[in-house]
C-alpha cells in the first residue's frame, strides 16, 4: 500500500502528541518531516517519529522538501493562510487546523488557492468525525422533532490552558492522552494559579492572531449549528453581548451571547463562558415544532424529547480504542490521507471551514460595535 508522506508544521498541544501521533498509527501515513520554529518543541516532539524523519524549523523548507507531498498545519491561527498558498504553490494537499484563519479575507484566500492549484484543503473541523455529532445530526434529519426551529449551544469552561508554557512538553502531551483524568484536570487548575507575562501574551489570547475567542474556540460550535441545517442555509446576521468580567489582564472576552439569524427564519443561541472552573459543559440542542433533540460533549448518549412523558436515551457507538486528544481527530486524519490517495474532497472542505468562520468573526465584531452585523 502506498503511504502518502505528510510534513506537519507546529509542535505544539495539537502538532506533535495528536497529529503527529495519529499519523503514525494510521496504516496508508508516514511522516517524513516536522516543523517547529521553537527548537525546544521541535525536539520534544522527535519522541513520536522515527529516526529518519526529516526536522525543520523554518515553514518554508518543510514545505519545499520534494519528499513531502501532503502538509498538515498545526500553527497558531494567523499563519495558516500563509504556509497553505505556498504549499498549493508547489502543488501540495494541505490540512490547516480549525479555524481555517483568523480572518474571512485569509479563508477566502486560502480556497482560492486550493481551486487555481485543484489540491485539497481540509479543515480540522472535528465534529464532522465524531459518532456524536453524526447521531445527532442524523435524529434531526429524520423528522423526528419535526422543523427545526431553534438551535442552542453552551460552552462553559475555565480559560484557555497554558500547559505548554507553564509545563512544557511532557505534561502537556501527558494532558491531551489522559485528557478526563483528574491528573490532567489538577494540573490545569495548577497552571490557572499564576498567569505571567508570557502566558497572558500566549497567542491564543492575542484577538488579532487567534480571531478572538469566539473565533479561535466556537467555530466548532457554530460549524455544527451549520450542519444542522445541512450547510444548505447560510446565517444572515448576528448580533452578539459580551465583554471581560472575570479575566480582565486577558485581551480576549470571557463571555458572550450570540444570536444569530439564518435565511430561512431558524435562530442559533450560543453562550460562552470562560469563568466556570468545575468542568466543560459543551452541550447542544436543537428545537422542532414536534420535539427537542440534545448533546452533550461529555456524554455518550443523545436525548430525544417528543413529550412531557418521552424522553429516550440513544447510546451512541465509538471506536476503539479511543485516540488521544479530541474525539474524531484520528478519523479526520483517515479522511485526509483517503482524499490524497484518490484525489477525493474531503467532507470538512474550505468552504465548511469558512462557514464555520464567519458566524464567530461576525459576533465578535458585534460585541465591539454593539450593533447587530450581517454575516460575510
Ligand atoms: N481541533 C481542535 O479542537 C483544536 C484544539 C486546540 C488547538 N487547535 C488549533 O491548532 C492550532 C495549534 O494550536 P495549539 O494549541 O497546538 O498551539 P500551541 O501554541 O500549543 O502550538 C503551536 C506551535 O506552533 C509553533 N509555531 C508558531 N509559529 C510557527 C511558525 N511560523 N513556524 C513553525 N512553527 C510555528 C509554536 O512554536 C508551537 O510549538 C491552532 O490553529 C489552534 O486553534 C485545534
Redesign the pocket.
Known sequence: MRKVKCGV???????ASGHVYNLTQIPNAEVTAI????EE?LQSATQYVDLTCKLYTD?DKLIEDPEVEAIVI????H??RQMAEKAFSLGKDVFT???MAASLEDCRAMIEASEKAGKILQV?L?CRYNPQFHKFVEIIDSGDIGDIQMMFCKEFRAPFQNL?IQFGHTLKSKSQQFADSEEAARAAEEAQASVSLEEQQA?WRMRQISGGALV?KNC?HFDVFNWMLNDKVRARRVFATGGKNVHKQFEIIDHAWVSVDYENGVKGCLGLCFFAPWGEEVEWWAVGDKGKVECHLHHEEIHLIKSYYHREIIKVKFPEPREPG?RGSRVELEEFIKCVQNGTKPYADGMIGLRSVEIPVAAERSIREGVPVEVG
Not at 508544521?9 to 502538532?15: D, N, P, Q, T, V
Not at 516543523?35 to 521553537?38: G, I, K, L, V
Not at 498545526?74 to 491561527?77: F, H, L, V
Request: hydrophobic share 25%.
Open positions: 508544521i507546529g509542535m505544539g498541544l495539537m502538532g516543523c517547529d520554529s521553537d518543541h515553514s498545526s500553527t497558531p491561527n499563519t495558516h487546523e480549525k479555524p480540522g472535528l505548554l497567542w479561535e466548532h479530541h
